[in-house]
């Protein structure tokens, strides 16, 4: 039962994609727990069923683990969100599954959150953020967006694959693994770092939007060539795919005006790229904000941070509109605690 809400624990989980995640909030934003689990495939990219089955088989010591983390029992809990979408089916209904069945034990609420959203409020929890730009770059989603009028508006996105899945093909092509504590991603970093000479590719920016298939497909083809050392091709890839999503959001920031920088998703652990936003930031005179890497990374917590932000505007989801939204787009949804 909800007596205050300076009481309420909101318990958020994430499972869109190959991480299992569950957090706990508190009302005024102290993250007491946030716990993941992530499924590394065997072979080749993220399989969504063995990603669900995997999210099955860890959610109850997930939960558990953050429950004991957080130091409160699963009955102080007054809130249950869960990630709704964009996300893979199998995965999104596993966590969805979970959502429901807890809050329907527990006889509390149950919120679902847009997982776009989700990276950019607790990038502005973990930062001094208040209302920026934000490039949000990570396995499934390459999204710059900023809020206007009652919502994030999209002023950029990619049209077909996520950067950083670009960045995970081409490392598994080039036989690099991905191993626990390692993504794909930062050992392509480490290798660009010993990269010095920069090969052409494709450079597709269109309008706003980003397009990252060609890139791949011509990287992929210079790798099999044989002709070009893998530092370099790495080092390629990197600032060719970083240089898009920076002038897009340069040009988002320009006609915004807006003053802040937000960086987030799990490619925002590259320091490459933090350089090259910086930089951008500094030009213009405004702040440069990225997201602690445990938290710009899929992660509970910050579904549990904007189930309660919902859930404090009055948003609640009755569970038979609780079904999950694959393609849910962050500007499709109301954000009335900006207003
Ligand atoms: P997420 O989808 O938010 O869970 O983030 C996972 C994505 O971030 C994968 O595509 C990773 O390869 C990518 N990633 C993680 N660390 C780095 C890094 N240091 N540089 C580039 N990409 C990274
Ligand atoms: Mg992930």
Redesign the pocket.
């Known amino acids: 039962m909800i007596n205050s809400i300076n009481e309420i624990y909101c318990l958020g989980i994430e499972s869109t ?3 299992f995640g569950v957090g706990i909030s508190t009302c005024s934003g102290e993250i007491l727990a946030n716990i993941s689990d ?1 499924y590394i495939p065997e072979k080749g990219g993220i399989h969504p069923r063995e990603a669900a089955r995997h999210h099955a088989m860890v959610a109850s010591d997930v939960l558990d683990e953050a429950l004991i983390q957080a130091g409160i029992k699963s009955s102080d809990l007054s809130l249950i969100a869960f990630s709704q979408g964009p996300g893979l089916g199998p995965c999104l209904r596993t966590g969805a599954t979970v959502a429901r069945a807890l809050a329907a034990y527990l006889n509390i609420p149950l919120v679902g959150v847009n997982h776009s959203i989700a ?1 950019v409020e607790i990038g502005k929890l973990k930062t001094n953020a208040t209302d920026p730009i934000t490039l949000y ?5 390459t999204i710059i967006s900023a809020f206007n009028s009652g919502r994030y508006r999209i002023f950029g996105e990619t049209l077909d694959i ?4 670009c ?2 093909v081409f ?1 598994r092509e080039a036989g690099l693994k ?1 191993k626990k504590g390692i ?4 050992a ?2 480490k290798l660009a770092l010993d990269g010095n000479n920069l090969v052409l590719m494709p450079y597709i920016v269109k309008g706003m939007d980003v397009s990252f298939s060609g890139l791949l497909t011509s990287a992929v083809a210079l790798l099999r060539q044989k002709k070009y050392r893998l530092q370099d091709l790495c080092y390629s890839l ?1 600032e060719i795919a970083f240089a898009m999503v920076c002038e897009v959001t340069e040009r988002a920031l320009a006609h915004t005006e807006k003053k802040e920088i937000l960086l987030t ?3 925002a ?3 490459r ?1 933090q350089f090259m936003l910086s930089l951008i930031a500094k030009d213009h005179g405004v702040s440069f904000n990225k997201v602690p890497l445990e938290f ?3 992660n509970g917590a910050m579904i549990a941070w904007t189930g309660l932000l919902a859930f404090r505007s009055g948003i609640v989801t009755p569970i038979e509109e609780s079904i999950v939204k694959l393609r849910w787009r962050i500007d499709r949804v109301d954000i009335p605690w900006m207003n």
């Open positions: 994609a190959d991480d992530g990276h770059v990570s396995g499934g989603n996520a950067l950083g899945n960045l995970d490392s991905h993504p794909l991603g930062a392509l970093e990197q998703g799990g490619v652990a590259n320091k790229l710009a990374t899929d």
